[in-house]
């Protein structure tokens, strides 16, 4: 069982950063791949990055790559998303998942979620 808690979401105008945080209870977290959605109102939950255990693979949504940097700390039981030149399409819910592998980018793979936290990008 792993349980999983985001922070660091905000408003920020176009173009700034974001950096989110998601905290893992439990002694397993190192043997679980990662991962970061978002949901947007009125659309369906989408792939943003994932992270396999080790923090030496990833795997990034078109729409943020260049942009968005994931890394983690299984010492610290955390993952980590570094947003940059944040548009306003970024606006969503962000939730943290934990799952078996880092290269699925669909929601009904992963195992464990966040409650989710709220970034939104002004214009």
């Known amino acids: 069982q792993v349980q999983l808690v985001e922070s660091g979401g905000g408003l920020v105008q176009a173009g700034g950063s974001l950096r989110l945080s998601c905290a893992a209870s439990?002694?397993?977290?190192?043997?679980?791949?990662m991962g970061w959605f978002r949901q947007a109102p009125g659309k369906e939950r989408e792939f943003v990055v994932a992270?396999?255990?080790?923090?030496?693979?990833?795997n990034y949504a078109d729409t943020v790559k260049g942009r968005f940097t994931v890394s983690r700390d299984n010492a610290k039981n955390t993952m980590y998303l570094q947003m940059n030149s944040l548009k306003p399409e970024d606006t969503a819910v962000y939730y943290c998942?934990?799952?078996?592998?880092?290269?699925?980018?669909?929601?009904?793979?992963?195992?464990?979620w966040g409650q989710g936290t709220q970034v939104t990008v002004s214009s």
């Open positions: 439990g002694r397993t977290f190192s043997s679980y791949a």
């Open positions: 992270v396999d255990w080790s923090g030496s693979y990833t």
């Open positions: 998942a934990a799952g078996r592998s880092y290269v699925s980018v669909y929601v009904r793979s992963w195992n464990y």
